[in-house]
């Protein structure tokens, strides 16, 4: 596609449920990156794809927290048991690459708003 | 670790002010660098960037960095602001062996008529 899509745009949910939130990257691009944005926050790295496998997860922050990339584009995080401090907005980016190179450049989608009550 | 700071939480100017908005980051190595910019209600556009070469980096809308090695600094600037460059702006670092981006907390711009 043209950009980054990410589903649902908004996510209200009860603590306790799981929630999964969906990322399409854009075509062609074999990264994939996962952030979390709290409010008054910079994104905060949670995890990135390099085609199929996670290469750096690094940044999930607890084992509630898991992403799958199976066929090496769209991309799912999944989190289990969620916490009223788990609301936040859940931002994917893609870039053609993973490496230190100029085509390493992430374009990001607009967010899923998790809320977490 | 790696970190990044904006030192500026919110800055306010009125138009045809000039900005700076400062970015260090802490890590020694070879670096990319990057400004990002969100306006209201809009999501994370790159602004500018660095990879090697020319220190000073020209990006969209009249926008310029300069990366200064032995400051570890990253400085966004414009000479002349406008009410449309109302937005938040996130300096980004990438360092070698990193794949991952780390932002800073980020500087909210307000500009006034």
């Known amino acids: 596609g043209a950009g980054v899509s990410q589903t649902p745009s908004n996510k209200v949910t009860e603590k306790g449920k799981y929630v999964e939130l969906r990322c399409d990257p854009i075509?062609?691009?074999?990264?994939l990156y996962w952030y979390r944005q709290s409010l008054g926050q910079g994104p905060e790295f949670l995890i990135y794809?390099?085609?199929?496998?996670?290469?750096?997860d690094s940044g999930l922050p607890n084992d509630r927290f898991f992403a799958v990339r199976p066929e090496g584009s769209v991309s799912t995080l999944k989190i289990q048991r969620t916490e009223r401090g788990d609301s936040a907005v859940y931002l994917c980016?893609?870039?053609?690459?993973?490496?230190?190179?100029?085509?390493?450049?992430?374009?990001f989608g607009a967010g899923s708003r998790l809320t977490v009550l | 670790a790696q970190s990044v700071s904006q030192h500026n939480h919110h800055v306010i100017l009125s138009e045809a002010a000039s900005l700076e908005l400062g970015c260090n980051y802490s890590?020694?190595?070879?670096?990319?660098l990057f400004w990002y910019v969100q306006y209201p209600g809009q999501h994370l556009q790159l602004l500018l960037k660095?990879?090697?070469?020319?220190?000073l980096v020209k990006g969209i809308k009249g926008f310029e960095a300069e990366f200064i090695k032995s400051k570890f600094s990253f400085n966004l600037r414009k000479p002349s602001v406008q009410w449309s460059d109302t937005a938040e702006y996130f300096c980004?670092?990438?360092?070698?062996?990193?794949?991952?981006?780390?932002f800073g907390a980020g500087t909210r711009l307000a500009v006034h008529p």
């Open positions: 890590y020694g190595g070879t670096v990319n």
């Open positions: 980004a670092v990438r360092s070698g062996g990193y794949n991952k981006l780390i």
């Open positions: 660095y990879f090697s070469g020319d220190p």
């Open positions: 075509s062609g691009h074999t990264a």
């Open positions: 794809f390099q085609g199929t496998g996670a290469a750096d």
């Open positions: 980016a893609s870039s053609l690459d993973s490496t230190t190179s100029g085509a390493n450049v992430l374009t």
